[in-house]
């Protein structure tokens, strides 16, 4: 009758932190009440075992507790019942108005053994509790980082970070990797009111942000008016295509930025995409725990868009990336080498492209 009403007002009162409580400890009084109401026919009738059956919902509520998964409530359970049993027995023994049991040391050993039978069995839940908690736990924390990163990376590679130890661990990966970075920012940002600036870039990073993810990239991360993007699925071959598109993507509609009157001339979008291995996976400090690349094409890739802006470029490829282009795709543009300066002795050997067939100017990243 007690569980029926716990578990009728479980219903009323859904989610109440005593209820686990209540239940346990009424468990816990039942299983005492039933030891302790065999003890004296135990104490005269040894041969008839009684104390196996007063055992039974003992041991049966012990396994009920352990199915909450809770620790607390298990160790509740066991030292209530195992006081309860030793007030019991120790009553028993010392009660004058109840005949002096015919065997006491008999009774004595079965009980010590019966109360170190239950002890035991009450550690074993509490450790199953305890292994099965930690399991559960591992099991939620992999899935909630796996739905965290999903946000940022295509369910593939989401996956096979949190699959396991070895897949998470930082490996040298062929990478493409590619900037996008809005020229005139600064400008726009000084004319504009901060409500549509802000609401302006969102829908920016959005953009790219879908353009990117449609072909297996990763966005790394978001510097103020820029992105980083990265592609590390399938073969370099793979990956230039997947950035080239991305990036075709991403420079056609520019609209948007020239939707202002009052914003000033040379609002852009400017690429920038260089190629090679990199650091990439987890990296995580015990704080922070970040998917990213690192390497010389990653540090390489700031000074490329340098250039670019120095030379006023709109799109600056690498050769190394434009080497790994299929010829139906080098077909489509057109690329001119940009000239080298005594200063770029770390630089990459890079190109100016623009397509042959668009109606969006490459060179300048606008429309004609």
């Known amino acids: 009758m007690t569980t029926i009403a716990l578990a009728m007002s479980s219903r009323v009162a859904a989610g109440h932190s005593w209820l686990p409580w209540a239940a346990t400890i009424t468990d816990a009084g039942l299983a005492v009440y039933v030891i302790a109401d065999h003890l004296p ?3 005269h009738d040894l041969l008839l075992a009684t104390d196996a059956v007063s055992l039974f919902p003992a041991f049966l509520l012990l396994i009920q507790t352990g ?15 195992a006081l309860g049993w030793v007030i019991s027995f120790a009553l028993l023994v010392g009660s004058a108005s109840l005949p002096a049991p015919k065997s006491p040391n008999a009774l004595g050993s079965r009980q010590a053994l ?7 069995a009450g550690g074993f839940v509490f450790y199953a509790v305890h292994r099965m908690r930690l399991v559960w ?6 899935r909630w980082d796996r739905m965290l990163l999903s946000r940022f990376l295509p369910e593939g590679v989401a996956t096979e970070v949190v699959r396991g130890e070895e897949a998470a661990e930082i490996a040298e990966r062929h990478a493409c990797l590619m900037l996008i970075d809005i020229r005139g920012f600064s400008g726009l940002a000084r004319s504009t009111p901060s409500r549509q ?5 969102l829908s920016f990073r959005r953009f790219v942000h879908g353009a990117v993810s449609r072909h297996n990239g990763i966005v790394d991360k978001y510097l103020g ?5 990265v592609f590390l699925d399938g073969t370099p ?10 990036a075709s993507e991403i420079l056609r509609p520019l609209d948007t930025w020239k939707s202002h009157a009052d914003a000033p001339s040379g609002i852009h979008v400017i690429a920038t995409v260089h190629c090679g291995f990199v650091l990439a996976g987890v990296f995580d400090d015990g704080r922070r725990a970040e998917f990213t690349v690192l390497g010389p094409a990653m540090n390489a890739l700031p000074r490329m868009e340098r250039r670019s802006k120095e030379a006023n470029l709109g799109v600056v490829v690498s050769k190394r990336f434009l080497r790994l282009l299929l010829p139906s795709i080098r077909a489509r543009i057109h690329t001119r080498p940009v000239e080298r300066r005594p200063e770029d002795g770390q630089l990459p050997d890079i190109l100016s492209v623009r397509f042959h067939e668009t109606d969006v100017d490459l060179e300048t990243g606008t429309a004609p």
């Open 137 to 142: 736990s591992a099991i939620l924390r992999a």
């Open 67 to 81: 199915l909450r998964l809770r620790r607390d409530l298990v160790a509740m359970f066991t030292g209530i019942v």
């Open 114 to 120: 019966a109360f170190i039978s239950f002890a035991a």
């Open 225 to 229: 008016d820029g992105v980083l993007a």
């Open 41 to 43: 026919r135990d104490a």
């Open 237 to 246: 071959e793979q990956q230039a295509v997947r950035a080239f598109e991305a």
């Open 197 to 201: 600036i802000i609401s302006d870039l």
